[in-house]
């Protein structure tokens, strides 16, 4: 089946650095990938759409040269949120569409900014 | 704005019980749907998903689902739960739009079942 993996599992850093998280699709080409943020006992909210050789398509309110979004190759996106600050800890997930329009989920970066 | 809503954010089930969960949502246009389950620890995982065709669509694990266009419902059923049912469940709706979609989520329903 369809694997998606991302790196790190969890990140620990201090307030004002930045952080990358990657999402790759293991045995399947992606042309869009999706970033979700989970905050605790919510449901998932779409950050963004990564599209491979164009520019990401950021959802509402979301902070474009905050959580900057590369889609290097068809089997990899990356996240970097910059100069995070301690309201940036969450919960980060990536997506891949396969066989249509079902998505595949990666595990989760969880993300903690002292 | 599209959106989908889940009845019950919490649900406390014996085994053997019935399930039924409820799935609402809101776009005019033409829609994929889905329900993910969330076990503890694990990431987001595909329970079954409708396209096109048969309104009533079986998935893993005993669960089915029931889109009624009408309604704008999706409602996930399975006859007799199981301990090992306890999970979080989302629906899911891709709005589909001039070739592309948007995945909008559902709040989930935390599903513990006691043995």
């Known amino acids: 089946g369809a694997v998606v993996s991302q790196h790190p599992s969890r990140v620990i850093c201090k307030s004002g650095t930045s952080v990358k998280i990657e999402c790759r699709s293991l045995?399947?080409?992606?042309?869009?990938m999706f970033w979700y943020r989970q905050f605790p006992k919510q449901s998932l909210m779409l950050m963004a759409t990564?599209?491979?050789?164009?520019?990401?398509?950021?959802e509402q309110g979301v902070e474009k040269d905050k959580f900057l979004i590369n889609h290097a190759s068809l089997t990899l996106s990356t996240l970097t949120v910059t100069s995070a600050h301690p309201e940036d800890s969450s919960f980060y997930i990536c997506s891949a569409p396969h066989e249509g329009a079902t998505q595949y989920f990666g595990p989760g970066t969880r993300l903690l900014v002292l | 704005a599209q959106s989908v809503s889940q009845h019950n954010h919490h649900v406390i089930l014996s085994e053997a019980a019935s399930l039924e969960l409820g799935c609402n949502y809101s776009?005019?246009?033409?829609?994929?749907l889905f329900w993910y389950v969330q076990y503890p620890g694990q990431h987001l995982q595909l329970l079954l998903k409708y396209f096109s065709g048969d309104p009533l669509v079986k998935g893993i694990k005993g669960f089915e689902a029931e889109f009624i266009k009408s309604k704008f419902s999706f409602n996930l059923r399975k006859p007799s739960v199981q301990w090992s049912d306890t999970a979080e469940y989302f629906c899911?709706?891709?709005?589909?739009?001039?070739?592309?979609?948007?995945?909008?989520f559902g709040a989930g329903t935390r599903l513990f079942v006691k043995a």
């Open positions: 990564s599209n491979e050789g164009s520019k990401a398509t950021y």
């Open positions: 899911a709706v891709n709005a589909v739009k001039n070739g592309g979609f948007k995945t909008i």
């Open positions: 776009y005019g246009g033409t829609v994929n």
């Open positions: 045995d399947f080409q992606a042309t869009t």
